[in-house]
């Protein structure tokens, strides 16, 4: 649906990026980015092994 709604080819990769864990080539993309994150990362399965 996000592909064909903008009329692009159907072997368009899409990559899903982590908001708080972006990667450098993907910062690099904007003119500017915050510097630190400043996104609390949830802890709720933190040390839980199933």
Excluded: M
């Amino acid at each position: 649906e996000f592909i064909s709604s903008r009329k692009l080819p159907k072997a368009t990769h899409i990559v899903r990026v982590i908001q708080g864990y972006e990667p450098h080539e993907f910062k690099c993309n904007f003119e500017s980015w915050p510097s630190g994150t400043s996104t609390a990362v949830a802890e709720d399965g933190r040390g839980k092994v199933a």
